[in-house]
């Protein structure tokens, strides 16, 4: 299976709907989450991912891991997840990160040489750790504030911060980079199935637990970029709720208290 669709028409494609969401402007109400002032955009664009996923990737996805041995399907994954270190290592020495970029530049010899050209992953069996890392969370790293949560087509949750980084990381993608065309729509859509169908699982406990699957992968999202970018990107600390420690044995209880 071939894509017809050149991967730099979907970036734009993408760089265009964040573009139409700024042009929407904070057209929510009075209980709208404040990271997400564009939530009648994203939510439209959700649902339009929502349909080609049921449509298109999860079949494809689902037949994927039933017709693929296990193992190969680990290859596969090895060997993109190879190429995303080399990525990795160049946003880790652009965070001034000199450890996680050994690390990452440790991996990808490893697992090239030894693990032929990453289908094995050697690197992870002598223990050397993994520090994934995007141009994204570069930006953050630099001071560079989010913005507001914005849905893309096609790659889902992003911020007009990350959608930057994702257009930057587009282009240092090692298969994205090939002159031979087949050949590289052939792996991104071999990457996009193998991402998709390690998520089987996840998206129907999301099915199953999530009455409102938009607000709760905003949130999701939100906090683990976060959380990623670490102390770089400061919050105000959320009121903690800790419970009353029990009494000791045959001490009388405590009284109730009015919450302030």
């Not at 893309?152 to 930057?168: E, I, K, M, N, Y």
Request: with cysteine; aromatic share 8%; glycine share 8%.
């Amino acid at each position: 299976m071939k894509p017809t669709i050149p991967l730099k028409k979907i970036t734009g494609w993408a760089a265009a709907a964040v573009a139409a969401a700024l042009l929407q402007g904070c057209a929510t109400g009075p209980q709208a989450n404040p990271a997400d002032p564009l939530e009648p955009f994203n939510r439209s664009v959700y649902r339009f991912n929502e349909g080609l996923d049921r449509a298109v990737l999860k079949p494809v996805a689902t037949t994927y891991q039933n017709i693929t041995p296990s193992p190969v399907r680990t290859g596969v994954t090895n060997f993109f997840e190879n190429i995303s270190d080399a990525w990795s290592f160049v946003n880790n020495v652009l965070q001034a990160k000199p450890a996680e970029a050994a690390d990452s530049l440790f991996r990808v010899t490893t697992n090239t040489l030894w693990g032929v050209g990453g289908i094995f992953d050697v690197a992870t069996e002598l223990k050397i750790p993994k520090h994934k890392e995007d141009f994204g969370q570069t930006l953050g790293t630099w001071g560079l504030a989010s913005g507001p949560y914005v849905v893309l087509p096609l790659f889902g949750s992003s911020s007009v911060r990350d959608t930057a980084g994702l257009v930057v990381d587009m282009q240092g993608d090692l298969v994205s980079q090939s002159n031979n065309v087949p050949v590289r729509n052939s792996l991104k859509t071999l990457d996009l199935v193998d991402t998709r169908a390690s998520l089987l699982g996840a998206g129907d406990l999301l099915d199953q637990a999530a009455l409102d699957k938009y607000a709760f992968t905003r949130d999701a999202y939100l906090q683990r970029r976060k959380s990623l970018i670490g102390g770089n990107e400061r919050t105000e600390p959320e009121e903690r709720f800790d419970l009353p420690e029990a009494p000791p044995a045959g001490a009388p209880a405590a009284p109730a208290t009015t919450p302030r």
